[in-house]
């Protein structure tokens, strides 16, 4: 099937660790994103990727870092510097282009808490 | 920068009514609009995407519209079914990068 998967589902971050969220697509797309939900409120974009060994920051990337050293995966980890990590994560990954209709396409999502 | 706002936060329906979602943004230099429904706990699905160029998009019960003048957007949901109860989202789109802004939802539930 295509699609985007993300794992883990479920992650805990202990006090002053790293972790990586990851996110693999197999629609072909070049570009993908990640965001940030927070209760009850819309979606914050992180950091966003047009093409393999480029990305930029979103609106809100401080204490997050990402690569994209293949196509099909974008994952983005989430820092010590990162004082309230503990949100819904989200990514995405659309077509791009002067025809493309740049509908995005979303993951299931990543919930993190912090221990 | 764009700004996307929706009211209500929350609505609830009995079953068969129509529903309208409201979204408002503040910038008319908009590429495209989309709107989404999101399940509690799950990501999110595409539900309609009008380019800048179109005035409404149309899929079986959905009907979305966009008036960049009014910087407003409204989806239409025609005899609502409980099976409609989630949160939509409507995001506005920029051209570069593809970046979308998201508006904090609207929570609907709709009793049978």
């Known amino acids: 099937d295509g699609g985007i998967t993300q794992s883990p589902k479920y992650l805990f971050r202990k006090e002053g660790q790293n972790v990586t969220l990851s996110c693999e697509q197999n629609?072909?797309?070049?570009?993908m994103y990640w965001y940030r939900q927070d209760p009850g409120q819309g979606l914050r974009l992180i950091y966003y990727?047009?093409?393999?060994?480029?990305?930029q920051k979103g609106d809100i990337a401080e204490g997050y870092s990402v690569s994209r050293e293949k196509k099909e995966s974008f994952p983005l980890t989430v820092t010590s510097a990162q004082k309230n990590p503990t949100a819904f994560y989200l990514c995405?990954?659309?077509?791009?282009?002067?025809?493309?209709?740049?509908?995005?396409?979303f993951g299931a999502g990543t919930r993190l808490s912090v221990l | 920068k764009q700004e996307v706002t929706q009211i209500p936060a929350a609505l609830s329906v009995p079953e068969g009514e129509n529903l309208v979602l409201n979204c408002s943004f503040t910038?008319?230099?908009?590429?495209?609009l989309q709107w989404f429904r999101q399940d509690p706990g799950k990501g999110l699905t595409s539900l309609l995407l009008?380019?800048?160029?179109?005035r409404e998009q149309t899929s079986g019960r959905l009907n979305a519209s966009l008036d960049k003048s009014s910087g407003r957007s409204t989806l239409y949901i025609a005899a609502s079914q409980p099976g409609d109860s989630a949160t939509y989202l409507c995001?506005?789109?920029?051209?570069?990068?593809?970046?979308?802004?998201f508006g904090g939802g609207t929570r609907v539930l709709v009793k049978p």
């Open positions: 995405a990954s659309s077509t791009k282009g002067a025809r493309a209709k740049n509908i995005q396409y």
């Open positions: 629609l072909n797309h070049d570009a």
């Open positions: 990727s047009q093409i393999v060994n480029d990305f």
């Open positions: 910038d008319s230099a908009i590429y495209n």
């Open positions: 009008i380019q800048s160029s179109q």
């Open positions: 995001a506005g789109g920029k051209a570069a990068g593809n970046k979308l802004t």
